[in-house]
């Protein structure tokens, strides 16, 4: 769903994708930006590239790459997009809840595009990790946080920031020795993101 049949457009479209699942850096944001900017450019109907992109633009204060007034209403943009091409994308909704979080501050808006995209993709891992960390956590619902945390670890195993987001929720909730093996277990995934090494470090020294 929400695919496209020019193959050109699919190989940039992969190449975004490879940079984005990369430790973010600026490098690799911008990279991922632009192999997706081709993809739309080749395909402006590619809904799945209007959600990666908008991914992209949704990382990049975090970086200190772009402002997020600059960022926040770009992805908001290309999140719509792709909901109005692909109601059914549950990317999509995911994308619209972190919008609606970060750049409304509409937390009613943000949870219905969270629970919208856990009904259009249950068994897919963003979803649950959105919701946790756009919505409840934000919010203090620690608990209901990390059920969702766990289960995006559940249904992704391989996938780094699954539990290095499962470690960060535990460290709020002051739980830190249970912190810990959540980042071992993301170093171990991926020994090279940095931000673990950091909340580890911080989780070591309440231990």
């Known amino acids: 769903m929400g695919w496209t049949t020019h193959r050109e457009a699919a190989q940039a479209y992969e190449l975004g994708e490879f940079f984005l699942g990369k430790m973010a850096t600026p490098e690799t944001l911008a990279n991922a930006r632009g192999y997706l900017e081709t993809a739309l450019r080749l395909d402006p109907d590619f809904a799945q590239a209007y959600c990666a992109l908008a991914f992209a633009y949704n990382q990049e204060p975090g970086w200190g790459t772009q402002l997020g007034q600059d960022a926040f209403p770009k992805a908001k943009a290309l999140a719509q997009r792709a909901v109005d091409l692909a109601p059914r994308l549950s990317w999509a909704h995911s994308q619209m809840c972190w919008s609606h979080a970060r750049f409304d501050y509409d937390w009613q808006a943000a949870e219905q595009a969270a629970l919208k995209a856990l009904e259009l993709g249950p068994g ?84």
């Open 124 to 207: 897919y891992p963003g979803p649950h990790l959105g919701y946790a960390l756009q919505v409840l956590l934000p919010q203090g619902r620690f608990d209901e946080a990390l059920k969702h945390a766990q289960k995006a670890v559940e249904i992704g195993p391989t996938d780094h920031f699954g539990p290095a987001n499962v470690g960060m929720i535990l460290y709020y909730q002051r739980r830190s020795e249970e912190a810990l093996a959540y980042y071992e277990q993301a170093a171990h995934l991926e020994p090279k993101a940095d931000p673990h090494r950091l909340y580890r470090a911080r989780t070591v020294e309440e231990i």
